[in-house]
């Protein structure tokens, strides 16, 4: 022997990381070397005794094991393909009469094809974020494609492109926090590649090792692949191929994305099948497409790749092309319809996962769990998604969820500001496909608008429920096209369903969508304000607690101090004594006063100009010190503007010209009022009345009124035992949506006074539960004045002179007190202030300064500090705008306090401001 053992090893080694490595990855891609190998290992002892092999030979034979058992053990390799901009039945293998992709035909044969996949959302960059972190997009708060606009700033001017820019790395920093699957596949040996659409910055920022895109909108340079060439994805597998390294390919081409610019080749055989040349030139990109799915399958097999590569195939979301022009048309991108929302998924790894359809709901959250799962990889235990390849949990799942938003964000960090839509598909086994779609307009009062740059894209019959805030379900077993709404019939599946969509998740923050139609064309500045508004959204305070009835305002760039002389816009003598809170909607601003000795209403002009007065009968005056006979803030919907006075006078008014519509007087209609004191509380409007209520001694009731006739529609008796002044209230009744998974009308009144809250059907008045035990001690004199706030589950009554504070969980039916306090605080709390939500926080303003700050939940004191002391108390309530706290001592000094974050903080001062006169309105 001219070689001994030793050396003759090394030569086969060498070889072996030639030849032999090829030679094993041909034998695997045709089945034949596991089988053999499986054989080899049993007989492995018998040959060796039989045939004595020399070392020599018993070293090739070992080697040939190792090199067997490596590239049997080997992590797959994983390809994502992504579509962009594709109906989920525009596919050959999905039934299209005209399409030709043999390419994804071919794919879909060799894989597992869940053919009733979704996207949580139908808008790319959102729904790409989400495909990679496995996340919802109120989680990962990629919600939109762009970050919110200055109002009056072209993103094509210099600033707008700074703004742009700035807003962008926001939420690209933001993102890059969460982890991805490059991220999580990269912690265990895998190299990655980007490719195509890509939002989030730079490559690196979503986790991969190599890339395309450099941080432009879209993906920048990445948008060459597929549309110029392919070449960047099979040099990347190549090299980890030669290196033996497991990679990851994001291969996300903008195709068929527009522009609809195929070859001539790719579109002349569709103009004959089609009337439009658009939809043609988007068939043609479609094939396009596949053809681009066709060369990366066959790189993968001709380098004997495919058995150990799992390909997994999904679309960003919808499309449906506008035969006129080339657009999308409504129901499809951007919108909760199927058309947007729906897509094939699959996943192919020849020899692994055995081909087949699946008719279980899929989504694209299930992605990441599936294909870490694959890897043997650990997922985060936190995710919604599902592992695909178990096929058990696969077939349990009969419910998915999602939400749509709009296009350019109106708050980087609150998504339920974005919000539009939430929408749920469920399986039932009586055999319907339930799918609802709650707009986020739904149990908001009044009319509202589609925010600018959406309604372009919706049908007008889907426009409309928008706007009208009208549920939508459909069953699309038989009615994929979703166009015969069944909610009016299906009642209970629709209560049903809301309630698993509030359970799934319910936003704390309101949508700049929930905004009345008055306010869409013009920009309103609320005063004190700083020369120009940061923020896209409109402002409005159509009543006394704003627009969500817990004290938020919306918009962003509000002066932090101000002075008689500084930052404030203008100032306008009042023709007499007033102490309303103004509506406030598109230009107008409405309040009460004394006009001439009458009960008068003003409405001025965002610039501080009169637009009109107008006057009803005598006003009354009012006793104590701080109170007159037009205490009562207006209430508005933009066409009309409400008022309550003292005397008893109710009317309704043209927010146009002041034009009297309508008016009665309470006392002549059901008896003079026997308050001790002035009027406190204010007119609220529900779906179809203005409700008035009158809590004293004596015969108490709420009262309803038809706001366009005044007709009386309802009168309910609230006579409940309280002593003397505490069954007087001077305090306001919220109208809250109901909501289904507490059984709650559609609308309801939450009223607090007389020791007890109580809540009301907001269509007859009826009482449908109560919690008393306010006044356990019976104080003649716990008369309430502060109002209750709502935040989600939870009914915040201050009350006992501000010695308390009672949390009241939604729900139930009579007498609830034992089974629904959730917390009391006491001694703690409010006499006159009312608190503001947000956040899961609870904002205590006491009436000498003090400032609590509560955790919503539990009623735990976050922090409570006191505000410089002063002989003057607070009378109006904190409102909270900006991530600012505003307050309003009676002497006409505020303070501009900072938002506590998520820890609490604690009370921080950001600024003052005076105005040198009595103030006790909000």
Not at 97 to 113: C, F, G, K, Y
Not at 338 to 366: E, K, W
Not at 587 to 593: A, P, Y
Request: with cysteine; net charge negative.
């Amino acid at each position: 022997m001219t070689l001994d053992a030793m050396t003759f090893l090394f030569v086969i080694k060498d070889v072996a990381n030639g030849c032999l490595q090829k030679f094993i990855r041909t034998s695997f891609s045709n089945g034949v070397f596991p089988n053999m190998m499986n054989h080899v290992r049993k007989k492995s002892n018998y040959y060796l005794k039989r045939h004595a092999l020399s070392s020599v030979f018993l070293g090739i034979f070992l080697l040939f094991i190792a090199f067997a058992d490596r590239a049997e053990s080997a992590p797959p390799n994983v390809v994502l393909i992504l579509s962009d901009d594709q109906h989920w039945s525009d596919y050959g293998f999905m039934g299209h009469e005209h399409l030709q992709t043999p390419a994804l035909d071919r794919l879909a044969s060799e894989s597992l094809v869940f053919r009733r996949g979704y996207v949580p959302f139908s808008l790319c960059c959102p729904s790409l974020a989400s495909l990679i972190t496995g996340r919802y997009p109120h989680e990962h708060l990629i919600v939109g494609n762009d970050p919110p606009e200055a109002h009056g700033v072209s993103r094509r001017s210099p600033e707008g492109r700074k703004l742009f820019e700035v807003g962008r790395k926001e939420m690209t920093e933001g993102f890059s926090k969460w982890p991805t699957l490059p991220k999580l596949l990269g912690e265990h040996g895998y190299r990655s590649l980007q490719t195509g659409k890509w939002w989030q910055g730079h490559y690196s920022q979503g986790g991969f090792d190599e890339g395309m895109t450099k941080g432009s909108r879209h993906g920048d340079e990445g948008l060459a692949i597929g549309r110029k060439t392919m070449q960047p994805v099979f040099d990347f597998i190549d090299r980890c191929s030669d290196t033996e390294q497991p990679f990851f390919v994001w291969y996300a081409p903008m195709l068929p994305h527009t522009p609809h610019d195929p070859e001539k080749s790719f579109v002349q055989h569709y103009e004959s099948k089609t009337d439009s040349i658009h939809v043609a030139k988007y068939w043609g990109n479609v094939e396009r497409f596949d053809t681009t799915v066709g060369d990366l399958i066959d790189h993968l097999d001709a380098n004997g790749l495919s058995e150990n590569t799992l390909v997994v195939y999904v679309c960003d979301n919808g499309w449906i092309t506008d035969p006129e022009n080339g657009k999308y048309a409504g129901k499809s991108k951007r919108s909760p319809y199927d058309g947007g929302l729906r897509t094939p998924i699959m996943l192919r790894q020849p020899g692994t996962i055995a081909p087949g359809t699946s008719d279980s709901l899929a989504s694209s959250l299930d992605l990441v769990p599936t294909v870490l799962a694959r890897c043997q990889i650990s997922a985060p235990k936190d995710l919604p998604g599902i592992n695909l390849l178990d096929k058990e949990v696969v077939t349990a799942r009969k419910q998915l969820f999602g939400a749509c938003y709009v296009h350019t964000l109106a708050d980087i960090e609150k998504p339920g500001r974005n919000l539009l839509w939430r929408w749920t598909v469920k399986d039932v086994p009586a055999g319907e496909i339930w799918k609802l779609i709650e707009p986020a307009t739904y149990g908001a009062p009044g009319t509202h608008v589609l925010p600018h740059g959406e309604s372009r894209i919706i049908d007008q019959v889907s426009k409309d429920c928008f706007e009208q805030g009208i549920v939508e379900l459909f069953d699309i077993s038989g009615d994929p096209d979703e166009q015969n709404n069944v909610a009016t019939t299906n009642t209970e599946v629709v209560k049903q369903l809301q309630h698993d969509l509030n359970t799934w998740w319910q936003p704390e923050s309101p949508s700049v969508a929930v905004e009345p139609v008055a306010s869409a064309t013009k920009k309103l500045r609320v005063l004190p304000v700083k020369a120009r508004r940061k923020s896209s959204d409109r402002s409005v305070w159509p009543n006394w607690r704003g627009p969500t009835l817990n004290g938020v305002a919306s918009g962003k760039g509000y002066a932090v101090s101000w002075s008689p002389d500084d930052n404030v816009r203008w100032r306008v003598p009042l023709p007499g004594l007033g102490a309303s809170t103004p509506a406030v909607w598109g230009d107008r601003l409405v309040l009460t006063c004394d006009i001439e000795g009458h009960d008068g209403i003003l409405c001025i002009d965002r610039a501080g100009k009169e637009c009109w007065r107008q006057q009803l009968g005598d006003v009354r005056p009012g006793k104590h010190k701080k109170a007159t006979g037009c205490n009562s803030s207006p209430v508005t919907d933009g066409d009309h503007v409400w008022v309550y006075f003292k005397s008893g006078e109710l009317a309704c008014l043209s927010l146009t010209d002041g034009a009297i519509v309508w008016k009665t007087n309470l006392q002549e209609q059901f008896g003079e009022d026997t308050l001790w004191w002035d009027l406190g509380t204010s007119p609220v409007l529900t779906k179809q009345a203005v409700v008035v209520a009158v809590m004293q001694t004596g015969p108490s009731y709420l009262v309803a009124f038809d706001r366009e006739t005044g007709a009386v529609l309802w009168k309910h008796d609230r006579m409940l035992d309280a002593p003397e002044e505490a069954a007087q209230s001077y305090s306001t009744p919220l109208v809250v949506a109901g909501n289904a998974d507490w059984n709650e009308p559609t609308e309801m009144l939450i009223v607090l006074g007389a020791d007890h809250v109580t809540a009301h059907d907001a269509a007859d008045g009826r009482e449908i539960w109560r919690v008393g035990g306010l006044n356990p001690e019976g104080d003649k004199f716990f008369r309430s004045i502060a109002s209750p706030v709502v935040a989600g589950e939870f009914v915040i009554a201050p009350y006992a002179r501000g010695k308390t504070v009672t949390a009241i969980r939604r729900g139930g039916s009579g007498d609830v007190t034992a089974s629904h306090i959730a917390w009391k605080r006491e001694p703690l709390g409010t006499d006159v202030p009312t608190p503001a939500i947000r956040d899961g926080r609870v904002m205590i303003c006491g009436d000498k300064g003090m400032m609590s700050c509560l955790d919503l939940k539990t009623g735990q004191t976050l922090w409570e500090d006191s505000l410089p002391k002063n002989r003057n108390r607070y009378s109006s309530s904190p409102i909270i705008v900006d991530d600012h706290v505003l307050l309003t001592r009676e002497d006409g000094h505020s303070w501009c306090l900072a938002w506590p974050g998520e820890k609490g903080d604690a009370l921080k001062i950001l600024g003052e401001g005076t105005v040198d006169e009595m103030t006790v309105a909000t």
